[in-house]
Structure formats: C-alpha cells, structure tokens
C-alpha cells in the first residue's frame, strides 16, 4: 500500500521505455499471443454501487481511466482502480478492513497488474500475528505495535490511507514486510470547481521509495488527489483543479530539489589535482599509470605523469592512489524522471541521452540542472514521434500525415533537440517524411520498428540507429507484424533461440547495418530480466546492491521478470543467450555497439556494460563505448568522452581497474560533472541507499 504514486514514476520511465513495459508479462499473455488474442483498452468496473466517489485518472494529462471508493455495510472499504496505456494498464479491486485508528487490518487484492499479470494478494492481522501473500512473497510477523502493510499493487487512494494511520500514530509508522513511513504537512491550498471551494492540503510521506510520495488530502483528512507528471487522480467533479493542484506540489518538490542541490553538488574555490592516478585513456582504450590530472573550473587543464606534474598551489588534493580515473559515463537510453539525477551520478554517469519524454518537464528540469537548483546530469535530448491508435505511448506528438511529421521535427529542432525517435505505432507511410525532415535538419534518427516494418527496411530508408536488441531479432521474423503489442516480446523469447546468426540472410543484414553506418542501442539488462528470470527473483543488476537498497524499493525490483508458459523457461533463457552471442557476433563485425539501460538508473548501466563483456566485448572496448564513442555518436566528444586538457571536467574516479575486472565501474568514490563533485555516499544517503 502507498508507493503508487512513485512505482508510476517508475513506469514513467519505462513509458516511453517501450520495451520495458512488457518486462513483467506472465505466461497467460505469452499464451493469448499465441492463439492471436489482441491488446485492448481496460474495461470499467462492474458492480460499482451507486453513490460511490468517483475519480479520474489522467495519464500525462489526458483522462485514462477511473478509481472509484465506497463502504460496504461491515464498513470495509472498497477501490476499484483502472487506467488504459496502449492496451496495457492495471484493473484491480481492493477491499480494506481499518481498525479504529486507520490502519488496515485485513485487505485483499484482486483483478491485474499494469502489464495484466493477475493480482492475488492478502493481507490479514490476527491476533497480533500479520500474514501476507502475494504473487512475488509472502510472510509472517509477530507484531508488538501498529504496522501498516504495503500492498505490491495499490490504488493512488491508499497512500491517503497510509498518511491517514500515520497522523493518528505520531506521524510515524511501521510497515510491512519492513521499514517505517514518516508522514508531513508540507503546504495547503484552497481549490474551487463549478463555484465550490474545497481547502486541502499536501502531505508528504517518506520510507516508501528513493524520495517522498506526496498525496493530497482534504479537510477530513480523507484522500482528495494524487498528482504528478505521469498520473495524477482527481475526483470527477474537482478536474478542473488539477493545474492548480500540480502547480502547488510542483512547488514543493522543486524546493525540496533545490536544497539537495545546495548540499550535494561541491563547488571547488580553486583548481583541483587528483593525484597518482590510474587514468583510462579512452582514445586508445588503454590504462596510463600513475598520472596528475588538473581540473580549473569547468575544464580539465593538464593532464601527465605525476612525478613530473605543475600543481597549483591553492589546489583541493584528491589522492588517486589505487584508483582509475574515467571519463564520465554516458547511458544512452534514458527517460529522465526525479530521483535519476542522483542515482546516475552516484553511479559515476554524467551524461544520459533522454529518449522521450514529457517536453515541458523535461525542459524545465533540464534548465533547473544547468542552474545547479537540481542535482542531475547533462541531458542530451531526442524527440519521441508516435502515430494515434489504441497502442500510441502517452505522448501529445501524434502524427499521421507527412505534413504532421515535419511539424513535429520542426518543433524539437527549435526547441534544442538533436534527435527523432520514432514510436512502434507511426504509421509505415510518414516514415520516409521523418527522417528526410529530420537529416534536413541535421539531426539523427533513431527508434523502434513501427508495426508492419522491418528492420532492414528502417536501415534502407535513413535510420542512423535502432533502439532495443528485440527489433534486430524480429527482423527475421516477418510473420510478426503487430510489434507495437506485446507481441514484439513474446515472439522473441519463444522463437530467439533458434535464430541462426551465421545464415546467410543474417549476414546480408550485418552488410546492411555495416553500410549505412548504423548504430546499435541493445538495452540488454532490459531483456535479462524479462527472459532469463520469473517474478519473485532479484534481476541481476541488482543482486550486487540489493542488501542496501530502501525496503520497498528492493521488494519492487523482484516483479520484474517474464514468467515463461510450463516448459518453456529454458527456452526463454536460450534466447536471451543467443541475443548476448548476436550482438558479440555485430560488435565483432565492427557495428557500432552503444551502452543505455532504458531501465532503473545507474545501477542497471553497470550491469549494461557487464553484459556487454559477456557478449564478448572487451573490457576496454566497453569503456571506449560508453564513454568517447557516445559522445562521437552525438558530435558532442570535442567537449566530453575523455580526459583531454581543453575537455569539460566530466570525470569518474573508482576503486580498481575496470579494464581487469568491468564489474570495478560499481566502486565509484567520486564523481565529477562540470568541475563540480559530487560524493556517491552522500547521494546514497539522500536516496536512502545504505553504504557500500
């Protein structure tokens, strides 16, 4: 129960994560696929009572679904919650037993997940004995005092639940499976709507994720609204307080933003020397030993052996000793939300690629990082482009003629962005319309395959990369077409592992990529944790890191898996095998290989490059990749991608060497951006992430 509001957030980055979204799909989908069954959007409730309170839900500002709440005649109260995303959205019904004080002592959940996963879940106290179970656990605690269990899929309204038992136990309160909630009165507001008036307030409460949940309640200290830039639920007769309701909160978190900055970015008075260092020379892909490297504002000003370095003498001393120094890594796939500034940069990224989002909050959250008012990395920009229908992401740009699309490429070039990003539902005829519009204006294209396309055909028609390792595997199976369903998924993990990378129709396409210099952006932690484990599991990317993640976050990372129809399990994980061998094969053919995660930030670009030297990539080679390479791919490396005097002190200093051991990318001890540093353990901590 609670954290609704930040697991969206956490779909926010996956919204546009187009293939993440279908990470959790259970064989019941894999089996509909199958026998031709198709997406379609989420039916409202049944059995809903009259005089129940009805809400709207608003998916990137436009209206999606419903929540409505009532009381039954033993007082339970009773949520039904649902919103459509391109054929894909949660249907659950919760039931709540509340003592005296507003906590639950008994719920039940029922209905799907956002990805249609069934949901089963209880939850019961008895005695003082609590017990719950779940599709990813379950568990049993003796309780001495009040604890509030957090559902794995709650409706928005039962963080007012949570705020609500919390205020009537000091503010506090403990929860279930484990953790402790803080809940505050942050600010109020007086909204009206159709000539009534209606005083809320904002509350915010902590223990529940990387950052606060917020949840506005009214004068009852019932649940009025939950608000945020992905999905927001406002009751039907108050929709037209939401922007006054966003703009409040926005306030809020802003502020919030800006007083972690003020504590967490580290502006030096003077030159900085990291002295003895192993340095990673990213043109040559090679370690050079015991170098002195100068920082003097924003720019490296020297860079040579340290027994014969000019240090100045007001310099801050960082002792690099037993360390290597990187240039500041690139995730070239990312969907910037909050928390990812400091996740990335305690992870030693210094530069993500945001391949679509929300304009207006990414913009504005961008200004805010360059005014050091938020912590954050450099974002480089790409434009997502979409075709309307029953599958379009949640994006307002929406074309189907040419004339829309050169609209649309003509609006993110003025507005700063370098790169399209074509959508799996754009219609095949506006295709050519993008890309000759977007190359007109000197930018790159890159994106899915829309349905009803092919790879190779992308390639023919000017596309300068191709996001996601799936839509290479698809190319050869062109009985599939609807790719902008699950379909792009589910066939991949059934058929992947019988794809022949040494055919000739395989190398034809590799000659193809090869010839028209095409890049690749194979998110392979995406597919990891969809094919090679089922839900309840720890993926990979987080097995390292999970013992110091806050509770709730570690228990969602466990649902992140593709449960495989009975039998097929291995064959799951023999295609993702195969799709590790397939990008070693074009790595080694010379086709530019890019290191993004489209997932969790930080933590899972780490296990990017892991998998990259798994797939057969060196070390060093992985390095170059996500550092210098990346910032030649965007025309951006006269500035950034290796440690060159002249070059934007964009830096990573780590425990180890990496080019020995990649997994050596995870001990970051320092990380600079703009001169600026940045101290991982204090980035941790503000993120409620436990020490290494």
């Known amino acids: 129960m609670g954290n609704c509001l930040n697991r969206a957030h956490r779909l926010q980055s996956r919204w546009l994560r187009g293939l993440a979204i279908g990470a959790a799909i259970l064989a019941t989908h894999a ?143 403990a929860l279930l499976p484990e953790g402790e909630a803080h809940v505050a009165r942050v600010t109020e507001l007086t909204v009206e709507s159709s000539g009534e008036k209606k005083h809320v307030a904002l509350y915010a409460a902590t223990g529940l994720d990387y950052s606060p949940n917020y949840v506005w309640l009214d004068g009852e200290g019932a649940f009025f609204a939950s608000v945020s830039d992905w999905l927001s639920v406002v009751p039907d007769a108050w929709q037209s307080a939401l922007p006054a309701l966003r703009a409040a909160q926005d306030k809020v978190v802003e502020a919030r933003s800006a007083e972690l900055a003020r504590t967490l970015i580290h502006r030096p008075a003077g030159p900085v020397a990291i002295t003895h260092v192993d340095l990673f020379d990213a043109a040559t892909a090679r370690i050079v030993r015991d170098q002195t490297v100068v920082l003097d504002g924003k720019r490296i000003q020297s860079v040579g052996p340290a027994d014969s370095a000019q240090v100045p003498a007001d310099s801050k001393m960082i002792d690099g000793r037993g360390r290597t120094l990187l240039p500041g890594l690139w995730d070239m796939h990312a969907h910037v939300a909050d928390n990812d500034g400091l996740l990335n940069l305690a992870a030693g990224v210094t530069t993500v690629r945001d391949l679509a989002n929300d304009i207006d909050t990414l913009l504005a959250r961008r200004r805010r990082i360059e005014n050091l ?14 075709g309307p229908g029953p599958y379009h992401g949640p994006t307002k740009v929406l074309v189907s003629s040419d004339d829309e699309a050169r609209a649309a490429v003509d609006n993110y070039k003025r507005l700063g962005y370098v790169q399209i990003k074509i959508y799996s539902s754009v219609p095949p005829a506006v295709v050519p319309a993008i890309i000759a519009e977007a190359h007109r204006l000197g930018m790159r294209v890159s994106g899915h395959i829309p349905a009803e396309m092919y790879a190779d055909q992308c390639v023919e028609l000017g596309y300068n990369e191709i996001q996601h390792a799936n839509f290479l595997m698809l190319n050869f199976m062109r009985d599939v077409k609807d790719t902008n369903t699950r379909s792009r998924f589910t066939a991949v993990a059934q058929r992947g592992a019988s794809l022949e990378l040494h055919s000739a129709a395989m190398q034809s396409f590799v000659k193809l ?72 094969m074009m790595y080694r053919a010379g086709i530019p290989i890019e290191d993004g995660t489209d997932e969790m930030p930080g933590f899972s670009l780490h296990r ?85």
């Open 31 to 173: 089996g509909d696929a199958a026998a031709g069954k198709q997406d379609g959007p989420a039916r409202p409730g049944a059995g809903i009572p009259v005089g129940a309170q009805h809400y709207v839900v608003f998916l990137v500002g436009a209206p999606a679904g419903q929540q409505a709440t009532w009381r039954d005649g033993d007082g339970a109260l009773h949520i039904y919650f649902q919103y459509s995303d391109r054929g894909r959205g949660p249907a659950t019904t919760s039931v709540l037993h509340l003592d005296a004080s507003g906590v639950p002592i008994a719920e039940s959940v029922t209905g799907n997940d956002y990805l249609k996963s069934p949901v089963h879940e209880e939850y019961a106290l008895t005695s003082g004995s609590a017990h719950w179970q779940n599709e990813i656990e379950h568990g049993t605690r003796e309780l001495s005092g009040p604890a509030l269990y957090v559902s794995v899929d709650p409706s928005p309204i039962e963080t007012g639940v949570l705020v609500a038992a919390a205020h009537q136990h000091g503010g506090q309160l």
């Open 373 to 386: 008012e938020e912590v954050g990395t450099r974002i480089v920009l790409a434009g997502v482009i979409d």
């Open 513 to 584: 990529l090869l010839a028209r210099r095409v890049d690749l952006d194979p998110t392979l932690d995406v597919f990891e944790d969809m094919y090679m484990q089922g839900p309840g599991a720890i993926p990979p990317a987080f097995q390292p890191v999970a013992n110091r993640l806050p509770p709730q976050v570690r228990r969602e990372v466990l649902s992140s898996g593709l449960a495989a129809p009975p039998g097929m399990q291995e064959t799951y994980r023999r295609s993702f095998q195969n799709m590790l061998a397939m990008i070693g």
């Open 608 to 692: 990017e490059l892991e998998l990259d030297v798994e797939a057969g990539i060196p070390p060093n080679r992985v390095l170059q990749d996500a550092t210098l390479n990346a910032a030649r791919i965007m025309s951006m490396d006269g500035d950034l991608g290796s440690i060159v005097p002249g070059k934007l002190a964009d830096l990573d200093l780590i425990t180890g060497n990496p080019v020995a051991d990649i997994a050596n990318v995870r001990h970051v001890v320092l990380t600079i951006k703009d001169g600026n540093l940045y101290e991982p353990a204090e980035l941790d901590a503000a993120l409620g992430i436990a020490p290494q």
